[in-house]
């Protein structure tokens, strides 16, 4: 579906802008993480010698580090905010989460570019736009709760890119393991900016999970929260977890994506519930990952930013959900529902896999067609690339760290 937006005084209308949604009816574990070694199985070829990607590891590592130390100072400096007016403290840490996803878009745009496809069902009429000048322009709502597969560690920075297009990536809030909580400056960045850190025992977590969750209640408060139902991205060993926990629970097992936890899911919509209205899902696959192999093995540090090796392709198929359609309150009507829209996903995904596009039919038929039981129907996508609005941009990241360099330096010479 193909449509012009007309009006350009309002967000929901991007000017000339062109929305593409489909027209379904229906709704080693630290691989990843690797900066010496290669990506095995990665199928692109490597485009740096070994003297280039020395080169670009010091361009990159030297970007990054000095981005993301001017950001936990400038959050340092600001700290004291929080005593004078909370108000304006919140509003300040918003301000560097923002130079955060900046940085990550710039190191992204330069060092690891790639193709992204974006596309979605019927749900997203309205919601998806491509502007004259090629660039994605999302159009949803301040307040959601995101939920999404987890394919790659880095699946956070497209979907924070996501946010982004909205110019929501100051108001974004995720949820991660509590071991990242004690990182050095990101960490403590994480702790400024209110992401929740989780053990993964309700017991512990519950009473932590709703003051957070409570925060975070304002109508008003522009609010993005991301979870990852199946709790950690998927790997061989994950894939052996989630399949023994299949057969432990009398479930199918899933073939692309792990099985869905439900508890912290439910729990968040259950909270938010008087303050939000949509549960927005994005099915997120990678162009160029033999079958049988993960991507996290494959598309590494090293081969996306340092070999010039990124994935061929970034995918995403985007539905939404009203909650006041979901059974929030009964724990195994919710259950249900959620694996019912993994199911789902899980056929868009072998949809994904046979034909590297997403399909323009409910999951079913899709499932039918990568079978060959069925002629394909492509989704259309919006085409485009991580890309932020330049290098001005970028060194606005460093604003603080000059302005209180250039007081210090005044106040010394009276």
Known sequence: ???????????????????????SKTTSVRAGLSLTKPGSGNTNP??????????????????????IMAISASQFIG????????????????????SFAILVTTITQFWSPTLIRVSGDESMQGQLYQMPDGSLKCNFPHRLVLMANHQLYTDWLYLWWIAYT?????????????????????????????????????ETDKARFKSALNRLKSARRPMWLLIFPEGTNLSAVTRETSAAWAKKSGLQDMKHQLLPRTTGLQFCLQELRGTTNWLYDCTIAYEGIPNGMYGQDIFTLRSSFFEGRPPKSVNMFWRRFKLADVPLDNDEAFARWLNNRWREKDYILEYFYKYNQFPDEAPQQALAAARG???????????????????????SIFGPLTTAAGALLRSSRL
């Not at 579906?1 to 027209?23: D, E, G, L, R, W």
């Not at 490597?46 to 981005?67: D, N, V, Y």
């Open 373 to 395: 039981q069925k002629k394909p129907k492509h989704a259309k996508a919006i085409c485009t690339e991580v890309k932020g609005e330049g290098w001005q941009e970028f060194l």
């Open 46 to 67: 490597i485009q740096h010698g070994k003297m280039g990607q020395a080169e670009r590891a010091f361009s990159a590592a030297s970007t990054f580090l000095s981005g």
């Open 79 to 98: 700290a004291p905010l929080k005593l004078v007016d909370p108000k304006f403290y919140a509003a300040y840490m918003a301000w560097t989460k923002e």
């Open 1 to 23: 579906m193909v449509t012009k937006a007309t009006s350009a005084k309002t967000s929901s209308a991007p000017t000339k802008a062109t929305s593409f949604v489909a027209s």
């Open 166 to 202: 909205n110019k929501m990536h100051g108001h974004i809030y995720i949820i991660l393991k509590e071991s990242l909580k004690s990182l050095p400056i990101l960490g403590w960045g994480a702790q400024f900016y209110n992401f929740i850190f989780l053990s993964r025992k309700w």
